[in-house]
């Protein structure tokens, strides 16, 4: 069984920065692809960021400059640096751990970005 467990969200003012971690079991991160995606109410879960096993990186346009993605194999982590908050950024960000025959999910962790 395989679980990813994220954390580091929480309620933060606009222009302001949160770090997410996302811890996983069972050895799988050096192999997938780790994305975050996030699901705001009443709207469809979308990726925000993914990174695959060799390093690369993919943004959604609208946190490009300011969402980072990186991955810490000898920690099984993968984290999401986010700066230069938005309200639209407020949403349940999701970790997802990818390969060509499987596909897990975190619990999600909430993100509230409001003065």
């Known amino acids: 069984q395989v679980l990813l467990v994220e954390s580091g969200g929480g309620l933060v003012q606009p222009g302001g920065s949160l770090r997410l971690s996302c811890v996983t079991s069972g050895g799988i991160l050096r192999f997938h692809t780790m994305g975050w995606y996030r699901q705001a109410p009443g709207k469809q879960r979308d990726v925000v960021a993914s990174?695959?096993?060799?390093?690369?990186?993919n943004y959604a346009d609208s946190v490009k400059g300011r969402f980072t993605i990186a991955r810490d194999n000898a920690k099984n982590t993968v984290y999401l640096q986010m700066n230069s908050l938005k309200p639209e950024d407020t949403a349940v960000y999701y970790c997802?751990?990818?390969?060509?025959?499987?596909?897990?999910w975190g619990q999600g962790t909430q993100v509230t970005v409001s003065s």
């Open positions: 990174i695959t096993s060799a390093g690369y990186t």
């Open positions: 997802n751990s990818k390969s060509s025959l499987s596909s897990y």
